[in-house]
């Protein structure tokens, strides 16, 4: 079984920049999850998806957005990008609706110069 | 909103020595506290999780500890080797009503040495 994949591996934006991130579940997992690891700062939420739609979203600016696609696979957008944007992005997909188990994928260096 | 706090965050022993691990939470009706570990470079792996109805849960050399009462829950490793060497993260999440969404800790660096 596949697990969840990412791309691009590194992305190296300038200030200002938009930045898009994608994510492909497990194949037959429905929710996406999607974080943000900052050096220090552990795990950050971000946005859930789910069945195509916007769940829940933690504590970051609108700037941040996403969507899931029919397939379950999602895409993370960052716009007008900041320099503390700079961060690991780290994407779950879990089983069903709010599944407890999360399986992540490797991540998107996200580099904001 | 939830808040979880997690000590130590770095942890050296000995290969063979004991290691824990304790995390705090502040909502009380979280239910769900998952173990991830994360090796330099690679993505967080669940290794262990329980949930509120359950005190304790064992898994070969990996432990966990509920007290719900006093909102913490500890990860115990018996018989460290080299290969546990990774940043371990606690969570903590209410799984009701299709909103789960996990708390992390800031993560423990565990060193095991030879």
């Known amino acids: 079984e596949a697990g969840v994949t990412q791309s691009p591996t590194h992305l190296i934006k300038t200030r200002g920049q938009q930045a898009t991130l994608r994510c492909s579940p497990i194949?037959?997992?429905?929710?996406v999850y999607w974080y943000q690891q900052a050096l220090g700062l552990g795990l950050q939420f971000l946005l859930w998806?789910?069945?195509?739609?916007?769940?829940n979203r933690g504590n970051f600016p609108p700037r941040f957005s996403g969507r899931q696609f029919p397939n379950y696979s999602s895409e993370l957008n960052v716009n007008a990008l900041e320099l503390e944007d700079s961060a690991l992005y780290l994407c779950a997909s879990s089983l069903f609706s709010g599944g407890y188990e999360q399986y992540f994928g490797p991540g998107t260096r996200l580099t904001v110069t | 909103g939830e808040n979880v706090e997690q000590h130590p965050s770095t942890l050296s022993v000995q290969e063979g020595d004991s290691a824990v691990i304790k995390c705090t939470y502040s909502d009380s009706a979280s239910n769900y506290f998952p173990w991830y570990k994360q090796e330099l470079g690679k993505r967080p792996q669940l290794i262990i999780d329980?949930?509120?109805?359950?005190g304790e849960k064992k898994d070969q050399r990996i432990a966990v500890t509920l007290n719900k009462t006093a909102k913490h829950f500890s990860l115990h490793i018996t018989e460290t080797q080299p290969e546990d060497s990774a940043v371990y993260f606690c969570a903590a999440s209410i799984g009701t009503g299709g909103s789960y969404i996990p708390t992390f800790g800031r993560g423990t660096s565990l060193i095991v040495h030879p």
């Open positions: 329980i949930r509120s109805n359950v």
């Open positions: 998806y789910d069945e195509g739609e916007e769940r």
């Open positions: 194949s037959g997992h429905t929710s």
